[in-house]
T-cell receptor, first 114, second 119 residues
Framework: AQTVTQSQPEMSVQEAETVTLSCTYD???????LFWYKQPPSRQMILVIR??????QNATENRFSVNFQKAAKSFSLKISDSQLGDTAMYFC???????????FGTGTRLKVLA | GAVVSQHPSRVICKSGTSVKIECRSL??????MFWYRQFPKQSLMLMAT?????????EQGVEKDKFLINHASLTLSTLTVTSAHPEDSSFYIC???????????????FGPGTRLTVL
């Protein structure tokens, strides 16, 4: 079965500091995509970052970057210079190419402290 | 780009009535849309996959006669909760995936969600 595990239910970080959210997954497929979504209190799901499994280079979007370790099936999210607006639930997800169906993790609630 | 709207954002209805929720992709065409349900402090639970011009595919345990899905165009999918009961109260979220061959395919973009309360 394909699964996504987020082992940190809650985390907190001081404003301007760096925090890393962990995500591991399990699949026997070779072609897939990985995502981090942010869900703030408004509950709007926002795409943070996307990584194609066939790319070795880690994806980066401004203050957000990933550490993608394909052999270890690990996909952690690093948030640099944390801001109060980063306070949200973060979901890790992956999709096997051509299948359409996301597999979501259980989420990590991140709180940025002033 | 890749904006998805959902309407209404909040609805309160009486038990036994039907409620329709609309999901629109505003700046892209989506051959596939998805409907999720989210319980408080939990992850998203996929209810069904909606393909333009064909019948929706429902996940195991989701009653297709209760949750009617129509995907009549490349930018609009609707979810109708028929004969709603208090246990149907929840947060419903739709998402849309850009058509194959376009930028962003294999990525889902989410609507802002609809909070349904059935009295």
């Amino acid at each position: 079965a394909q699964t996504v595990t987020q082992s940190q239910p809650e985390m907190s970080v001081q404003e301007a500091e760096t925090v890393t959210l962990s995500c591991t997954y399990d699949t026997s497929e070779n072609n897939y995509y990985l995502f981090w979504y942010k869900q703030p209190p408004s509950r709007q799901m926002i795409l943070v970052i996307r990584q194609e499994a066939y790319k070795q280079q880690n994806a980066t979007e401004n203050r957000f970057s990933v550490n993608f370790q394909k052999a270890a099936k690990s996909f952690s999210l690093k948030i640099s210079d944390s801001q109060l607006g980063d306070t949200a639930m973060y979901f890790c997800a992956f999709i096997t190419s051509g299948t359409y169906k996301y597999i979501f993790g259980t989420g990590t609630r991140l709180k940025v402290l002033a | 780009g890749a904006v998805v709207s959902q309407h209404p954002s909040r609805v309160i209805c009486k038990s036994g009535t039907s409620v329709k929720i609309e999901c629109r992709s505003l700046d892209f065409q989506a051959t596939t849309m998805f409907w999720y349900r989210q319980f408080p402090k939990q992850s998203l639970m996929l209810m069904a996959t909606s393909n333009e011009g064909s019948k929706a595919t429902y996940e195991q345990g989701v009653e297709k006669d209760k949750f009617l899905i129509n995907h009549a165009s490349l930018t609009l999918s609707t979810l109708t909760v028929t004969s709603a009961h208090p246990e149907d109260s929840s947060f419903y979220i739709c998402s849309a995936e850009p058509a194959p061959g376009t930028q962003g395919t294999d990525t889902q973009y989410f609507g802002p969600g609809t909070r349904l309360t059935v009295l």
